[in-house]
């Protein structure tokens, strides 16, 4: 059954001596708003970080597939749907030039099945339109903002060297390789949404919720405390979810305005100078007196 409460949530993590997002455009640095300085993490790398959490815990277990992976081609997955659902593909006729479309019942029929297959799709929501087999599009119940630092961060560029050469005659070349991008410490805040609404199922109409359920529900606060545990790397340096703060609507469409509860959390420095460990600041939670019908839960 999909869940029937709204939900907010807050999460704190760090990195130490790391390049938590680097930017492609920039060289690899790590991310930055140019005009304040502050550290910035996509929505996009944290999604990729409890996409590869599920697949870890979950290991392809029924129900919980995952749609967006390394290597997957994503026109096979909606023709697996269309196999497995006994639907016959309508495909564009070349010679008179028009696309004929697929019927909108082998489109809902086919999006259901990704929907309980797929949990990035129950979760995300995906855009399956593409190729003949047409599975139409879907918007997640959980959505993430950008996670931006508490303070700007001083992003610094390392060369790195090696003392094995891969060919005889570099042996007495210089053995720069290379740049790493690190930042000394940085802790990041990001906010999230989890609607109701998106995820119930709704008889006869073509646009049903995902059926995210309580079970997604609890896989998905598992994976953000544990988002870096199993995600280690020397690009990365040391990561580590230190907050999550949940905040619970008694009602499917909320009972306060999620930005006066964002509000409710703040995250100060205690330290002259640069912070250099999640003890250099203080994290505190105004939620003693919430709206009706809205609880705080602190998860980590």
Same mark, same amino acid.
């Given at each position: 059954?999909?869940?029937?409460?709204?939900?907010?949530?807050?999460?704190?993590?760090?990195?130490?001596?790391?390049?938590?997002?680097?930017?492609?455009?920039?060289?690899?640095?790590?991310?930055?708003?140019?005009?304040?300085?502050?550290?910035?993490?996509?929505?996009?790398?944290?999604?990729?970080?409890?996409?590869?959490?599920?697949?870890?815990?979950?290991?392809?277990?029924?129900?919980?597939?995952?749609?967006?992976?390394?290597?997957?081609?994503?026109?096979?997955?909606?023709?697996?749907?269309?196999?497995?659902?006994?639907?016959?593909?309508? %495909?564009?006729?070349? +010679?008179? !030039?028009?696309?004929?479309?697929?019927? #909108?019942?082998? /489109?809902?029929? =086919?999006?259901?099945?990704?929907?309980?297959?797929?949990?990035?799709?129950?979760?995300?929501?995906?855009?399956?339109?593409?190729?003949?087999?047409?599975?139409?599009?879907?918007?997640?119940?959980?959505?993430?903002?950008?996670?931006?630092?508490?303070?700007?961060?001083?992003?610094?560029?390392?060369?790195?060297?090696?003392?094995?050469?891969? %060919?005889?005659?570099? +042996?007495? !070349?210089?053995?720069?390789?290379?740049? #790493?991008?690190? /930042?000394?410490? =940085?802790?990041?805040?990001?906010?999230?949404?989890?609607?109701?609404?998106?995820?119930?199922?709704?008889?006869?109409?073509?646009?049903?919720?995902?059926?995210?359920?309580?079970?997604?529900?609890?896989?998905?606060?598992?994976?953000?405390?544990?988002?870096?545990?199993?995600?280690?790397?020397?690009?990365?340096?040391?990561?580590?979810?230190? %907050?999550?703060?949940?905040?619970?609507?008694?009602?499917?469409?909320?009972?306060?305005?999620?930005?006066?509860?964002?509000?409710?959390?703040?995250?100060?420095?205690?330290?002259?100078?640069?912070?250099?460990?999640?003890?250099?600041?203080?994290?505190?939670?105004?939620?003693?007196?919430?709206?009706?019908?809205?609880?705080?839960?602190?998860?980590?």
């Amino acid at each position: 059954m999909a869940i029937e409460n709204r939900y907010e949530f807050v999460m704190l993590f760090d990195v130490e001596n790391g390049n938590p997002n680097g930017d492609p455009d920039a060289g690899n640095m790590p991310r930055v708003d140019p005009e304040t300085g502050f550290g910035l993490v996509t929505d996009v790398c944290i999604k990729r970080k409890i996409r590869n959490y599920v697949s870890l815990v979950k290991q392809n277990a029924p129900g919980f597939k995952i749609y967006v992976r390394d290597g997957a081609v994503l026109n096979d997955e909606h023709e697996w749907a269309y196999k497995e659902c006994n639907i016959e593909m309508v %495909k564009e006729n070349t +010679e008179n !030039k028009k696309n004929k479309k697929q019927p #909108k019942e082998d /489109v809902v029929k =086919a999006r259901a099945f990704m929907c309980e297959n797929y949990y990035d799709i129950r979760t995300f929501g995906a855009v399956m339109s593409t190729g003949d087999a047409v599975c139409g599009q879907v918007r997640g119940p959980v959505q993430l903002n950008f996670a931006r630092s508490i303070d700007p961060i001083a992003a610094r560029e390392l060369s790195i060297t090696r003392c094995a050469v891969t %060919k005889k005659e570099d +042996e007495l !070349k210089e053995r720069t390789i290379g740049k #790493k991008h690190i /930042v000394p410490y =940085a802790l990041y805040r990001v906010e999230g949404y989890i609607s109701a609404n998106l995820a119930q199922k709704k008889e006869g109409n073509g646009l049903d919720g995902t059926g995210f359920d309580e079970e997604d529900l609890n896989l998905l606060w598992d994976a953000l405390i544990n988002l870096f545990e199993d995600d280690h790397s020397a690009a990365r340096g040391k990561m580590a979810t230190r %907050k999550l703060f949940v905040f619970k609507h008694d009602s499917i469409f909320g009972c306060s305005p999620s930005h006066l509860l964002f509000d409710r959390i703040s995250v100060k420095k205690t330290v002259d100078g640069p912070a250099r460990s999640f003890a250099d600041y203080s994290v505190k939670s105004d939620c003693a007196q919430l709206p009706a019908g809205v609880t705080c839960i602190e998860k980590l």
